[in-house]
């Protein structure tokens, strides 16, 4: 069983110049007969019609320019990155890293103060002498940075810090377990000690 002339090969029996299986199937086909009929009688009408005027030659100029600008109108143009942008962006992973090591900082003090909580604490200096320490050295990023860490700080009490950054019972398990023989015996004395101030 053979199949129907494709639409492409209807336009080629126009011609006579269809392969000889195809063009048996033609002459056998009534369908495709009806079809190539159909495309000459169509072919012949429209060699009866009448000739139409070429258009002017301002008009191909002006099709041009029209063409043109409704291609140019649909190129896909890559965003362009702004320097300001790129700096915004170093900024916010400066600002997140500041944000990060300042709470891994309170976290380290609290669980320091946790840890050993009758442990002589160092000196402090005077607190003109921090700020202005602190203030050089802020000079030397944005202000806005810093201003986000600050304002961040300076929001905890230290009772909030005790009990937002408390330790899990794990995380002290595991920071005992990995203790020396030597340090455990030392940490039994300050525990000793500890709860010996505590009961008086």
């Known amino acids: 069983m053979t199949t129907h002339l494709s639409p492409q090969e209807s336009v080629t029996a126009l011609d006579d110049v269809l392969p000889e299986s195809r063009q048996a199937h033609l002459k056998s086909c009534a369908s495709c007969q009806t079809e190539v009929d159909g495309l000459r009688a169509m072919m ?22 029209r063409v043109q600008a409704a291609v140019q109108g649909e190129m896909v143009r890559p965003a362009r990155v702004s320097w300001w942008s790129i700096v915004a962006s170093v900024r916010g992973a400066v600002a997140a890293v500041a944000a990060v090591a300042a709470a891994a900082t309170v976290a380290a003090v609290t669980i320091a103060v946790a840890l050993y909580p009758g442990a002589p604490v160092a000196p402090v200096a005077p607190m003109e002498d921090a700020q202005v320490a602190v203030a050089d050295d802020a000079m030397a990023l944005e202000t806005a940075e810093w201003a986000f860490v600050s304002g961040m ?9 005790r009990e937002v950054l408390a330790p899990s019972t794990l995380a002290v398990d595991n920071a005992f377990a990995s203790l020396t023989s030597g340090e455990r015996e030392v940490f039994a004395k300050l525990l000793s000690a500890d709860l010996a101030q505590g009961m008086e």
């Open 153 to 161: 700080l300076d929001s905890f009490e230290p009772n909030d810090v």
């Open 44 to 65: 012949v009408d429209l060699g009866d019609a009448e000739d139409v005027p070429e258009p002017s030659p301002l008009f191909w100029d002006h099709f041009q320019s």
